[in-house]
């Protein structure tokens, strides 16, 4: 069995080394000569929109998934043709645009936060009377890691957030006072069989994922139950297959959706320990219609992010429990180059073993 992954970051070199001890083998398609995925799959380099390029990428595939979100629709479609493409080109469409993604989850009868679509500076004015402040405005796309958006705190900021990103299709949302961030993923089979794994909490900084807990502390029944049906209602809409992410604004007792991805996740990185089947698997399991793993939690995890540079990998590795992930990159400042996943039973362990590591990342971070 042989999957084709469109990207080849270190989302597609994840699904590769999992996808060996299933006997799938993954081929990567992205621009670059050389990507985190290339030493576990076999990789084409080539542009997305290439024809030609596609065309061998397909030749000898049975299915093809996405690692990456920003891949042109078009392509997708393109390749639809030919041979199956999960998710479908509809999900990668929705979440590529804002506007269409924020509408489809209202329509599914989901609580997004409130928002204005802006195609001129008329209609920028029209939304902050309309949204009032504090508010976010965001780029409607391509848009990742907190990059084209900015935050409006009061009316002197209004003018410098249009200087910043006027002139493209924009949209205003509320800023959501969230007691937390949240994520869930689920994973839907090619039979419609569902699984979840359990609600995670994260904390960004500048807009970048530094940590994930799972399972997240205090949530109750019925969070749970309203993240999963949030996941499942988007799934069944999209007839989806394969992993979906989607994150969430806690306020109180309700969740808000802020954006999805239709692909593996970083929030979902704890699972290649922490879970009986990690998200990689589940995701090439889904995709390749084999039946899906157990979601069940090892212990605890806190999955770290390592962004700009990591720490001497024999430090993290004496940390009883601690797992390292390098993703293959030079280092660059605000760049994902892997992360540490602490996997323990006993969570005062775990919280002594996440200070100490942090500080080892904060230190090869400075
Ligand atoms: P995004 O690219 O939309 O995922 O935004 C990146 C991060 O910015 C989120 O994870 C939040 O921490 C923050 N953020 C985005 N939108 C809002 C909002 N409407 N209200 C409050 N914080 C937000």
């Known amino acids: 069995m042989r999957i084709g992954i469109l990207g080849g970051g270190q989302l597609g070199r994840m699904m590769g080394l999992a996808g060996h001890p299933l006997g799938i083998s993954c081929r990567t398609l992205e621009p670059g000569a050389v990507c985190p995925s290339s030493p576990v799959a076999e990789h084409h380099p080539g542009d997305y929109e290439d024809l030609q390029a596609l065309y061998r990428f397909s030749q000898g595939v049975d299915a093809v998934t996405y690692e990456f979100e920003n891949v042109p629709v078009e392509s997708a479609r393109w390749l639809a043709e030919r041979v199956p493409v999960y998710p479908s080109p509809q999900a990668l469409e929705i979440a590529q645009e804002r506007v269409g993604e924020k509408t489809f989850f209202q329509g599914l009868g989901v609580k997004v936060p409130p928002f204005a679509a802006i195609n ?13 402040l504090p508010a976010v405005l965001k780029t409607t796309r391509f848009g990742y890691d907190g990059k084209g958006q900015t935050v409006i705190r009061d009316h002197t900021e209004v003018e410098p ?59 109750s029944e019925s969070l749970l139950n309203q993240a999963r049906e949030i996941a499942r209602r988007a799934m069944e809409a999209m007839n989806y297959v394969g992993v979906l992410a989607v994150e969430l604004f806690q306020t109180g007792d309700q969740l808000l959706v802020n954006e999805m991805a239709p692909r593996v996740h970083n929030s979902g990185h704890w699972t290649i320990e922490g879970s009986e089947t990690s998200q990689f698997e589940n995701h090439l399991r889904a995709v390749a219609g084999l039946p899906l793993g157990s979601t069940d939690s090892r212990g605890h995890s806190v999955m ?21 992930h390098l993703y293959g990159k030079s280092p660059r400042p605000n760049r994902k180059v892997g992360h540490i996943t602490i996997r323990e039973d006993n969570k005062q362990e775990l919280n002594e073993k996440t200070g100490q590591i942090q500080k080892l990342i904060d230190q090869a971070e400075d």
């Open 120 to 132: 001129s500076r008329d209609e920028f004015d029209q939304a902050i009377r309309k949204i009032g």
């Open 161 to 219: 957030a249009w200087q910043i990103l006027g002139g493209r299709p924009l949209i205003l949302e509320g800023f959501v006072p969230f007691d937390r961030e949240l994520s869930i993923l689920g994973v839907r089979s090619r039979t419609g069989e569902c699984v979840f794994y359990p609600l995670v909490e994260n904390v960004h900084r500048a807009g970048i994922l530094r940590r994930s807990s799972a399972p997240a502390a205090n949530i």
């Open 304 to 324: 770290l992010n390592l962004i700009g540079n990591w720490p001497t990998p024999s430090a993290i590795l004496a940390v009883p429990g601690a797992h390292l």
